[in-house]
């Protein structure tokens, strides 16, 4: 017999229902038949107001949750408006679905309003793109965008409904298409080949775990791997929250953002291995130097793998290649090489309790200082911090003191991709808090992207709170006035910042906004804040930054004037 549906949304929503997709996000066109059927069936729409922030945000809830998440968008300019945070989706390897309107076939190529050829301009942002042609497509097109979207590897998608097609009648057979089943085998020896002799002749190895890793390490396998190699631990940015920072080994994030006792270890290590990674550049061309050595690399996207580097590739999924590797190595583990690992090992404890020290240094330097220094701030979020929490970062000249650890430790993190579109972590971190209900959510943000996301942190505070934003204020763009200055361009011709006045507040009930300004009341104000957000409650707190306030790695890298 088959089940009839009164038009294509009901249909739509009924196979995301089906397939344990909770949560919308988006901002609809003019046809909002979409809202009735998501009410129908009792899933939660997130309506904001920018397209670029609803991506954002369901590729925030998408990152964090390992979930499939849904963004609604109208035509034209809707769409166009969105692929910004398309190609941040398709870099961070989110499983985005994304439903768009479209203007019904008889009328294409008519001039006709807002008519644009959309799966065009998505076709090179996203993993499939595609028109649902007739009513009878609807569900399998659906079903199919799912399983690209989840993959392997994972990403957004995009599927248009025409308006002719959106309010058709649409008719399912039974039994209705689902999703297939993965074949996951947990543990697999590995056959002898070039990438475990290179782990076995490896004495001074590095892990270094990327993005793809995160939701598939929930035990620890990538820990006791690197415990079996006593290797030193580090993340490209976009990895970090996939292992546990408290690890002994563990010593931050490689490339641009290393400390120098951490890029002392690269210099010196005799094997790469890349989990999951894209060796993307500010890992291998950011201040610490690369080392001339063999990298093993394994991703399960073939577009991961780059040929820029010697040493084997392996294609396939990284966390089985780890528990593989990890049961060959409890087979051969010798007397000489246990001896060589201990003395590495002893290597990088000493880098690690010399990157601590520097924190301590730092602190007591910034205590002399006038002002709230990045660093105090960092430090006390973290005394201030409950678990589980989750910072969620931007990739500004001052927020990215977030990235350099240990000014940060513990605790998950969603940071950009290497694409770095501005105010994608501030609207990012609703997402992330839609996901992760029970978490502490704390968004460290510069004021150049909070004033992009500003419109849907305000709407969303009533209903989907609880997001605290950390905000540091120079006015503006602090990278680009460093440019600016490396360079000797004319500061008042161009005015990239203007210090002295922090963003507009953000008014509203479900608003606790405050100015922070007294070193001796940093703490309190900051767990004043972190009581309002546990109530529900969205809180800003505001920080005026020094444009001296540069972490050590990044003037380290002489890419901001000295």
């Known amino acids: ?68 998440a849904v963004c609604a968008l109208g035509k034209g300019p809707a769409v166009t408006h969105a692929a910004t945070g398309l190609l941040e989706a398709r870099e961070s390897g989110a499983p985005v679905l994304v439903l768009a309107a479209g203007v019904p076939e008889r009328r294409r190529g008519s001039g006709g309003f807002q008519e644009l050829d959309q799966v065009a301009v998505t076709a090179p942002l996203v993993r499939w793109a595609h028109r649902v042609g007739h009513p009878d497509r609807v569900v399998p097109a659906t079903v199919t965008a799912l399983t690209r979207a989840v993959g392997p590897p994972s990403g957004p998608v995009y599927l248009e409904v025409p308006d002719d097609v959106r309010t058709a009648e649409i008719r399912v ?102 989990l999951a990674g894209r060796l993307e550049e500010t890992v291998v061309e950011g201040g610490t130097p690369w080392p001339s050595v063999t990298v093993v690399q394994v991703n399960l996207d073939p577009a991961g793998l780059s040929a820029e580097f010697p040493g084997p590739r392996v294609l396939g999924d990284a966390r089985h290649a780890v528990l593989g590797w990890s049961w060959a190595l409890d087979e051969d583990r010798g007397a000489e090489h246990t001896a060589a690992i201990t003395v590495w090992a002893n290597e990088i404890a000493v880098a690690r309790e010399a990157m601590w020290l520097e924190v301590k240094e730092e602190l007591a330097r910034a205590a002399t200082l006038p002002g709230i220094r990045v660093a105090e701030l960092l430090a006390a979020l973290d005394t201030t911090a409950s678990e589980p929490r989750v910072l969620v970062q931007e990739n500004g000249l001052q927020d990215m003191w977030s990235y350099c650890f240990p000014f940060h430790a513990g605790g998950g993190s969603i940071v950009p991709s290497e694409q770095t579109p501005l105010g994608f972590g501030a609207s990012a971190a609703i997402g992330v808090k839609v996901a992760a209900p029970d978490h502490e959510v704390t968004a460290f943000v510069g004021d150049g992207a909070f004033l992009a996301a ?48 922090p963003p507009p507040a953000v008014d509203g009930p479900d608003i606790h906004c405050r100015v922070l300004r007294d070193k001796a009341t940093l703490t309190d104000d900051i767990l004043a804040a972190r009581r309002f957000c546990a109530q529900g409650g969205t809180a800003v707190l505001m920080a005026q930054v020094a444009p001296d306030d540069i972490a050590p790695p990044i003037r380290d890298a002489e890419v901001v004037p000295q």
Request: proline share 7%; charged share 20%.
């Open 454 to 501: 500003r419109a849907d942190i305000a709407a969303a505070a009533p209903s989907h709170g609880g997001v605290l934003y950390v905000v540091l204020c120079n006015g503006g763009y602090g990278w680009l006035d460093a440019q600016r200055a490396r360079l000797g361009l004319d500061a008042a011709r161009y005015s990239f910042v203007r210090p002295g006045t």
């Open 173 to 274: 057979p039974v039994p209705r298409p689902t999703l297939p089943v993965p074949l996951v085998p947990e543990s697999v020896p590995v056959l002898p080949g070039p990438a475990l002799a290179a782990i076995r002749a490896g004495r001074r190895p590095v892990v270094l775990v990327g993005g793809g890793m995160r939701h598939r390490n929930d035990d620890g396998a990538v820990e006791r791997f690197a415990e079996r190699l006593g290797a030193a631990l580090f993340t490209t940015a976009s990895g970090r929250g996939a292992v546990d920072e408290r690890h002994p080994l563990f010593c931050g994030v490689a490339g641009l953002y290393a400390t120098a006792p951490a890029r002392a270890l690269w210099s010196s290590c005799d094997l790469v291995v890349s």
């Open 1 to 68: 017999m088959g089940k009839r549906y009164a038009d294509a949304w009901s249909a739509i929503v009924d196979v995301l229902v089906a397939n344990d997709v909770h949560t919308c996000f988006g901002l609809p066109g003019d046809d909002l038949e979409l809202l009735r059927a998501l009410d129908a069936a009792g899933l939660d729409l997130v309506p904001c107001r920018d397209q670029r922030n609803a991506m954002y945000m369901a590729t925030g809830y998408a990152l964090q949750s390992g979930r499939i």
